[in-house]
């Protein structure tokens, strides 16, 4: 492969210019690097120097606070009135007098003495009275059971517990917890004393002079006990604790890329505690060690590189007002593709960036109208096929010819003929209701009883009914003739060939919506009604609600039918709560709007 000499084919100038600012680029890197080093290892050890001397004092006044709890315990473990208390047996009354007086003489005393202490828990063998949101409470032995420390305390006189919740009537809060075990001569196996210490009181002891330090109280096991902030994961502390030897030191540690904690290179410092059985962390990002130390090579790099940068600034003006239009033009692209957002589009440019804005508009405006095309073409659609959905069901043509009827049959004599023909007259002056789409759920179920009341004039004793309603959901709105159908399928098909039947109706709120529930004890609804070949009579209606509940609410509410297993069948009717008249049509469905 022939190789070209730059000398030979391009400026003078600019070769010089590029092979100067590259010797300088690299200079300047090697010079700040060494300098970054240095400065760094410098500055680690000066932090780690005085971390260590601030985690030694907080480790004093740590054990100070953590020694008086377990001293507490000790005390409290030793005192005859509790131990007394814990060892009765036998009548509730003496036995939760002797509760009371150790509570109000000795618990609660301590509890709210000590600005530390969030509550006292006692488990023991059947406790007089559970209250597990009072400062102090006495829980049975089996509560202990299901909490997932119990393992940890089981074969222990006591320990130490980190990472939990307590409730008191300060509410639910992070706690640390001394458990200690309960035994007398005459019983060595009375209990467990858990002191619940209020996690955040030591996480602000343990913040000491930096309320953002991130320190950590690990246990003699490599257990966390507490942390003022949020640990890495298992796994990474444990990669951490592996660094861990002697008394005191310091280690630069670098997590892996695939972990989840937020900083991945720290430096970590530590303090043991013999005494007390713990270590006391404190990880800091690295970048906050090395701060002054990338300052300083930030320096070097700035005042190295001046030459450069001027020499390139020219070069960068060119290429940034080259490429700005470019850019714009992406931004715009970029937002009406998301969320269809029509920002403003400069006005400034003649040139050849001009004439691509100008096309880019005329594009979008031509888009916005086939949008707006297509938006009226699905809203007139919606509206046609609901107004012949519900023209399908509309009643309005019986109503006059029932009431001429109903008189002609008064004039006869026939009052059972006279009773069914009102009963019909009011259904479908339900059915008709000034055209609105919707009712009151109280009137759709006026409905559906005068339909059951005409099928028990011709049923006798055979046909019984029951309705009932939550209370405050008469008033909502139900699109009219939706529960009717299903009512009439039950009598028709399922009580077919019968001589008796019952029918439930149970309307209850679930959420943000109406559940509507119809059963019967009737033969049961065929696996493939769905599926059979509509007939002249029967499934018809059902089928009807099932669309107009999908064109009204959409893919989120609908109505489900099954087959009960102790035989008849289950109609749920899922619709939201509607507290006013709807406008249909659109691109929205029902549940997006005016549904309280």
């Known amino acids: 492969m022939l190789r070209v000499n730059p000398f030979r084919r391009y400026r003078i100038d ?13 200079l300047i890197a090697v010079i700040s690097g060494v ?43 030793q005192n005859s009135a509790f131990l007394n208390y814990m060892n009765l047996k036998g009548d509730y009354y003496p036995r939760n007098k002797a509760r009371m007086d150790v509570s109000q003489d000795y618990l609660n005393p301590i509890v709210n003495s000590s600005p530390f202490l969030h509550s006292i828990e006692v488990y023991m063998d059947e406790p007089t009275v559970i209250d597990t949101m009072s400062d102090v409470q006495f829980l049975p032995r089996e509560y202990m059971k299901e909490q997932a420390w119990y393992p940890l305390v089981e074969k222990a006189d006591f320990v130490w517990i980190g990472g939990r919740e307590a409730g008191a009537s300060q509410g639910n809060l992070p706690v640390l917890s ?14 467990y004393l ?6 955040k009181a030591l996480q602000q002891l343990l913040s000491g002079d930096k309320s953002a330090a991130h320190r950590m109280v690990i246990d003699g096991g490599d257990r966390l006990l507490m942390s003022t902030r949020p640990v890495p994961y298992h796994k990474e502390l444990e990669q951490l604790m592996e660094h861990i030897e002697g008394e005191s030191g310091y280690k630069h540690n670098h997590l892996a890329k695939e972990s989840l904690h937020p900083e991945k290179d720290l430096l970590m410092v530590w303090t043991k505690s013999f005494q007390e059985g713990w270590q006391l962390v404190e990880l800091t990002p690295w970048r906050d060690i090395t701060r002054g130390s990338i300052k300083l090579a930030k320096t070097l790099v700035l005042v190295g590189g001046a030459s450069v940068i001027a020499a390139l600034f020219f070069t960068l003006f060119l290429a940034r007002n080259f490429t700005a239009p470019i850019r714009q033009l992406l931004t715009l692209m970029s937002a009406y593709s998301v969320g269809r957002q029509i920002k403003e589009f400069p006005e400034t440019y003649r040139n050849e960036f001009g004439s691509l804005f100008g096309g880019y508009r005329k594009l979008i405006e031509r888009i916005e109208e086939l949008y707006a095309s297509l938006e009226r073409q699905y809203k007139a659609q919606r509206e046609a096929e ?21 008189w002609m049959a008064i004039e006869a004599g026939q009052n059972r003929i006279s009773h069914v023909l009102e009963l ?3 259904m479908f002056r339900i059915g008709l209701s000034n055209g609105e789409s919707f009712i ?3 009137d759709e179920l006026a ?4 339909y059951l009341q005409i099928q028990q004039l011709k049923w006798e004793e055979g046909l019984s009914y029951s309705v009932e309603i939550d209370d405050g959901l008469r008033e909502l709105l139900i699109p009219k003739l939706t529960l009717q159908p299903f009512v009439e399928n039950a009598i028709l098909h399922g009580f077919h060939g019968r001589l008796t039947g019952a029918v439930h109706i149970r309307i209850t709120g679930q959420g943000e919506g109406v559940l509507c529930r119809i059963t019967d004890n009737g033969t049961g609804i065929p696996p493939d009604w769905n599926k059979m070949r509509r007939r002249k009579t029967g499934g018809y209606g059902i089928r009807n609600v099932m669309e107009r509940v999908q064109a009204y609410f959409g893919p989120s509410y609908g109505i489900t039918i099954d087959r009960r297993a102790e035989g008849g069948t289950e109609v749920l009717i899922f619709i939201p709560r509607i507290v006013q008249q709807l406008e249909l049509g659109g691109d929205e469905h029902v549940e997006n709007r005016n549904c309280g």
């Open 178 to 191: 001394f458990v200690r075990h309960i035994s007398s001569n005459s019983n060595p196996n009375l209990g």
């Open 35 to 77: 300098s970054y080093y240095l400065s760094a290892r410098d500055q680690a050890a000066s932090t780690s120097f005085y971390q260590q001397g601030m985690l030694k004092e907080l480790n004093k006044q740590l054990a100070i606070q953590l020694r008086t709890v377990e001293q507490t315990s000790l005390a409290l473990s």
């Open 447 to 450: 409905h559906v009883e005068c």
């Open 194 to 199: 858990v002191m619940n210490v209020k996690l």
């Open 424 to 426: 019909m007259g009011r």
């Open 14 to 26: 600019y070769v010089l210019f590029l092979s100067f600012a590259v010797f300088i680029a690299l």
């Open 386 to 406: 609901i107004k012949a959905l519900q023209a399908m069901i509309n009643p309005h043509f019986l109503y006059n010819t029932l009431d001429q009827l109903n």
């Open 440 to 442: 009151p759920l109280d």
